[in-house]
């Protein structure tokens, strides 16, 4: 399996605290996402990475931004975290090419009271 | 814009009994297509994945999936599930070669198969 690590792996804030997740890969990916999954509604994108300070808005980008200063960290913010912003975060990674299957992360469950 | 639909959200199943989940998807370009699972409080793991060639493709615990260009579709298929298929299983499509997509993944909405004794 690729090593793609996310920290934290649980967070429980409050409503209008900043937030910061981190994704880290070793494996020299050069693309990098973030989805968030929640019930009944599979997985969306957030933002992903097509190459370090390359980076764009997915289906579900607002009250998100990302980061992106070395090839293997990727970091989503919550500016002001929201409760419709509970969810559990999922990074993934995918080389260069594209002709291969995303690796995920073991996924962050975060809790906005 | 690419789009899958899971038609089944739910789908239980006694053990030993034949089950396929199905997934429609819509794109207007050539696409990857993947199924992962996710067992109960886990992550997601690639089951089986399309990116060219033989449009059969199978995994190692006995999954297959047929990528059919014409109905744009990519049933996932076991011919005898166990108890420990139980899990939500997701179907996935990014556009392949076809340059500008960055391969971003659109998700159907899952179905959660259910194996009982």
């Known amino acids: 399996d690729a090593g793609i690590t996310q920290s934290p792996r649980h967070k429980v804030t409050e409503t209008g605290t900043p937030v910061t997740l981190r994704c880290h890969q070793t494996?020299?990916?050069?693309?990098m996402y973030w989805y968030r999954q929640d019930p009944g509604h599979g997985l969306r994108l957030i933002h992903y990475s097509y190459g370090v300070k390359d980076t764009d808005k997915g289906e579900v980008s607002d009250g998100y931004s990302v980061s992106r200063s070395k090839t293997e960290d990727f970091l989503l913010t919550l500016e002001s975290a929201t409760s419709s912003q509970t969810s559990v975060y999922f990074c993934a990674s995918l080389p260069s090419g594209g002709a291969s299957e995303q690796f995920f992360g073991p996924g962050t469950r975060l809790t906005v009271l | 814009a690419q789009s899958v639909t899971q038609l089944d959200s739910q789908v239980p199943v006694f053990e030993e009994a034949p089950v396929e989940l199905r997934c429609n998807y819509s794109s207007s370009v050539s696409v990857y297509l993947f199924w992962y699972v996710q067992y109960p409080n886990q992550g997601l793991q690639l089951l089986l994945k399309y990116l060219s060639g033989s449009t059969l493709v199978e995994s190692i615990n006995g999954f297959e999936a047929e990528f059919n260009k014409s109905q744009t579709s990519f049933h996932l298929r076991k011919p005898s599930v166990h108890i420990s298929d139980t899990a939500e299983y997701f179907c996935a499509v990014s556009e392949g070669q076809s340059g500008g997509s960055n391969y971003k993944l659109t998700f159907g909405k899952g179905t959660l198969l259910t194996v009982n004794p």
């Open positions: 494996e020299n990916h050069r693309y």
